[in-house]
């Protein structure tokens, strides 16, 4: 924000109407004047000028009436529009005020929200982060019994080669003792037929 300025102008006339009225130009007094306006290092700066400038006035010497009321006029003309100024300032500086307090709520409200927001995502990964724990042990029993079963499966096939193998040879030995008994069935068929020619040969003899 731009502040009014008091100028040596100002400070010259307030100090005028204070001598004026028979009392001694002082930096507080300046200031009263004004309309407590002003900063003191700036009214002393500009007081030490006006007194350097001023030539000595002579004893009892008085500003003239009308010259009196011009400085008067025109020091309630400054300090006024000093006044409008400041309250011009404090009224903005109160609209912006409000205004950085709207926008501090607002976002506060945000960061809230976003709070709330986290915590939320936290809770969902916490969730989540259980859930693929489960599967991972999940996962792990099932290739544990995976494994498991293939090795079952190998010793069943191993088992049933050997049945199979088993089965097999048993058939091979029941070939051979069908094919032993059917040769011996004709043998003995054979030896039958030739006791009985030969009984036949030796009855009729």
């Not at 049933?160 to 003792?177: D, F, G, K, N, S």
Request: net charge negative; charged share 25%.
């Amino acid at each position: 924000m731009t502040h009014r300025g008091i100028t040596a102008a100002h400070v010259a006339a307030a100090a005028e109407a204070l001598q004026a009225e028979g009392q001694q130009p002082t930096i507080r007094g300046v200031r009263e004047r004004l309309g407590d306006t002003g900063s003191p290092n700036t009214i002393q700066r500009h007081l030490a000028a006006w007194r350097k400038a001023r030539p000595a006035a002579a004893p009892g010497q008085e500003l003239p009436p009308a010259l009196a009321a011009a400085i008067a006029a025109e020091l309630t003309r400054a300090a006024a529009s000093a006044r409008e100024a400041a309250q011009a300032e404090i009224d903005q500086a109160q609209a912006e005020a409000a205004e950085l307090a709207a926008a501090g709520e607002a976002l506060e409200g945000e960061r809230d929200e976003l709070a709330a927001q986290a915590q939320g995502l936290r809770g969902e990964r916490d969730k989540l982060t259980g859930r693929v724990d489960t599967l991972q042990a999940e996962g792990e029993r099932l290739r544990s019994a995976l494994h498991a079963a293939r090795e079952q499966s190998t010793v069943a096939q191993q088992a049933a080669a050997v049945a199979q193998a088993q089965t097999q040879a048993a058939l091979e030995r029941a070939t051979r003792a069908e094919t032993l008994a059917s040769q011996q069935a004709q043998e003995l068929a054979k030896a039958q037929q030739e006791a009985a020619h030969l009984r036949g040969r030796l009855e009729t003899k």
